[in-house]
C-alpha cells in the first residue's frame, strides 16, 4: 500500500481536505470583524474538526472545550485563562476576567469555547462580556440541545450575535472531500454517503471507514461494500 495513503488512514487529527469550508470561513470572518458566531449541531457534523484544524493553521486561536464540571461561570473562565497561558490565574471571578481581557486586548485573536451546551446562562454572558471588552471574535459551539435552548436564553440580547450557523449533517461536499482524502474508492462511496447521514454522522463514517479499511488490509483486498457493512454491523452492536 502506498506510504502517503497508510499516512492519512492511520493520522487521528484533521484531514483539511475533507473540512466544511463554510465553518472555516466562519472562524476566519468572526475574527476579523471581532465579533461573535454561533455555531449549533449534531455530533459528527464537523464543528471540532474545524476547529482544531483553524486552531493548529492560525495564531492567535484559542480553543476551549467545555464539559459539565465547567458549566459555571469562575470554572468556563478559568478553562479560557489556561489556553491563553494564563500562569497563576486569580481565584476571584472579577480578576480572572481581568487577565484574560488583559491578556487577549489588542490581540485581534479568536476564542472558540467548543461544546457550550454544558454552559450555564451566567457563564454564556460572561463570555458576552469578555468580547466586548477584550474586542476579540468568539465562536461559541454546541449541540442539538445548544441549539433548541438559545431561544429562550436572555443572554442573547448581551451583546450583538453577528452569525449563526446550525449544520443538520454534513454537507454532500464535506463526505466526497473526506471520501477522496481517504483514497475510498468510487465503488463504495454511495453507501458512504448513506452513513454520513444516520445518527453519528462524520465521526461513525470515520470509525466504520478505519474498521473497514483494517480488515481490507488483513485480507489484502481492495475496500469493498462486504467490508463497510461488517463494519457498520459491528459498529452497531457495540452502540
Known amino acids: ?14 484531514i483539511p481536505s475533507a473540512l466544511n469550508p463554510g465553518v472555516v470561513a466562519g472562524f476566519a470572518l468572526t475574527r476579523e470583524l471581532q465579533d461573535m458566531m454561533v455555531i449549533t ?22 480553543l476551549v472545550t467545555m464539559t459539565p464540571a465547567s458549566s459555571n461561570l469562575a470554572c468556563c473562565l478559568s478553562r479560557v485563562a489556561r489556553a491563553m497561558g494564563i500562569e497563576d490565574e486569580p481565584h476571584r471571578v472579577a480578576r480572572l476576567e481581568e487577565a484574560i481581557v488583559s491578556r487577549a486586548l489588542g490581540t485581534g485573536g479568536l476564542l472558540i469555547v467548543d461544546e457550550a451546551q454544558h454552559l450555564r446562562v451566567a457563564a454564556l ?6 468580547q466586548d471588552q477584550a474586542q476579540i471574535g468568539i465562536v461559541i459551539m454546541g449541540g442539538e440541545t445548544f441549539d433548541a435552548r438559545l431561544t429562550n436564553w436572555t443572554w442573547r440580547t448581551c451583546t450583538p450575535i ?15 472531500r473526506l471520501l477522496a482524502a ?15 447521514r444516520q445518527r453519528g454522522a462524520l465521526h461513525a463514517l470515520k470509525s466504520i471507514l478505519r474498521a473497514a ?19 457498520w454491523c459491528d459498529l452497531r452492536e457495540r452502540a
Open 125 to 130: 454572558e460572561g463570555l458576552c462580556r469578555l
Open 162 to 176: 453577528g452569525r449563526f450557523l446550525a449544520l443538520e449533517l454534513p454537507e454532500e461536499g464535506d463526505v466526497t
Open 182 to 196: 481517504w483514497d475510498v474508492p468510487c465503488g463504495v462511496r454511495e453507501l458512504c454517503h448513506w452513513i454520513s
Open 213 to 231: 479499511m483494517f480488515m481490507a488490509d488483513n485480507e489484502e483486498q481492495e475496500l469493498n461494500e462486504s467490508h463497510i457493512k461488517a463494519a
Open 41 to 62: 449541531g449534531a455530533s459528527g457534523t464537523g464543528k471540532t474538526c474545524a476547529a482544531r484544524y483553524y486552531q493548529q493553521t492560525t495564531l492567535g486561536v484559542w
Open 1 to 14: 500500500m502506498n506510504r502517503e495513503v497508510k499516512a492519512i488512514r492511520s493520522y487521528s487529527g484533521v
